[in-house]
């Protein structure tokens, strides 16, 4: 078993934890450390680390296998990157989870009911450790589930998640981008759902993702595709 652990909590993690946790859990680290103390209700979870990822592989000895399905791929070749696609993630999903890291999630999970009630809701969302480079993204390239309620239901909605590391498009765009099939590990964060009826949550993009222009921030309003507000130069 590795000395570093398989489950961090928001509260343990920052942004320099990326490499361990992704970007995605590094920056709710981040938000839940530095936001709660002002007032802001940021939903606790936790990160199963890259480290239970490489973990998955080796107690499951399926490494090889996947470098094998792999082998001389041609992404340009859709038929052979589907093919390829669904049998590295069928080796994954038919790999045994290792017992000390379904019972470390299990227990992580416990501790939330302890705080939010029993069979919580939670988000099951990836969190790769490459989602946001200077010169690649990562981000969206992998899967999420929500309202995912009891340790059963999550363990196989993190299988599922360790398992979109290489969705089709992830695969393809990695290796397009020069990078290696094991140079990019996955993360996933654990947080407990809002509803609906009782909170709210918003994206705003602080430039035109098309263009980059800057002096403009776009966010969706109820009833409109977006809404775009220009800064008084």
Same mark, same amino acid.
């Given at each position: 078993?590795?000395?570093?652990?398989? +489950?961090?909590?928001?509260?343990?993690?920052?942004?320099?934890?990326?490499?361990?946790?992704?970007?995605?859990?590094?920056?709710?680290?981040?938000?839940?450390?530095?936001?709660?103390?002002?007032?802001?209700?940021?939903?606790?979870?936790?990160?199963?680390?890259?480290?239970?990822?490489?973990?998955?592989?080796?107690?499951?000895?399926?490494?090889?296998?996947?470098?094998?399905?792999?082998?001389?791929?041609?992404?340009?070749?859709?038929?052979?990157?589907?093919?390829?696609?669904?049998?590295?993630?069928?080796?994954?999903?038919?790999?045994?989870?290792?017992?000390?890291?379904?019972?470390?999630?299990?227990?992580?999970?416990?501790?939330?009911?302890?705080?939010?009630?029993?069979?919580?809701?939670?988000?099951?969302?990836?969190?790769?450790?490459?989602?946001?480079?200077?010169?690649?993204?990562?981000?969206?390239?992998?899967?999420?589930?929500?309202?995912?309620?009891?340790?059963?239901?999550?363990?196989?909605?993190?299988?599922?998640?360790?398992?979109?590391?290489?969705?089709?498009?992830? +695969?393809?765009?990695?290796?397009?981008?020069?990078?290696?099939?094991?140079?990019?590990?996955?993360?996933?964060?654990?947080?407990?759902?809002?509803?609906?009826?009782?909170?709210?949550?918003?994206?705003?993009?602080?430039?035109?993702?098309?263009?980059?222009?800057?002096?403009?921030? +776009?966010?969706?309003?109820?009833?409109?595709?977006?809404?775009?507000?220009?800064?008084?130069?």
């Amino acid at each position: 078993m590795s000395s570093k652990p398989f +489950i961090l909590w928001f509260d343990e993690i920052g942004i320099e934890d990326v490499p361990e946790v992704g970007g995605k859990n590094a920056s709710l680290g981040e938000m839940y450390q530095h936001l709660t103390a002002k007032g802001v209700k940021i939903p606790n979870g936790f990160a199963i680390t890259a480290t239970a990822y490489k973990h998955l592989l080796k107690d499951a000895g399926i490494e090889q296998a996947i470098r094998d399905a792999l082998d001389g791929l041609d992404t340009h070749d859709v038929a052979d990157l589907q093919k390829r696609g669904k049998k590295v993630r069928d080796i994954i999903l038919n790999g045994k989870f290792p017992d000390d890291l379904e019972q470390d999630i299990k227990k992580a999970y416990t501790k939330m009911e302890e705080k939010y009630g029993e069979s919580v809701d939670v988000a099951v969302r990836s969190s790769a450790t490459a989602e946001d480079l200077p010169d690649a993204s990562f981000a969206g390239q992998q899967d999420t589930y929500l309202n995912i309620r009891g340790p059963e239901d999550l363990l196989d909605a993190c299988h599922r998640c360790f398992s979109s590391l290489f969705t089709n498009r992830a +695969i393809s765009y990695g290796q397009d981008k020069g990078f290696g099939h094991f140079d990019v590990y996955l993360s996933i964060a654990v947080q407990k759902m809002v509803r609906s009826d009782c909170a709210s949550s918003g994206v705003m993009f602080t430039m035109d993702t098309e263009s980059g222009f800057k002096d403009v921030s +776009i966010s969706p309003e109820p009833g409109d595709w977006v809404k775009m507000w220009y800064k008084v130069l």
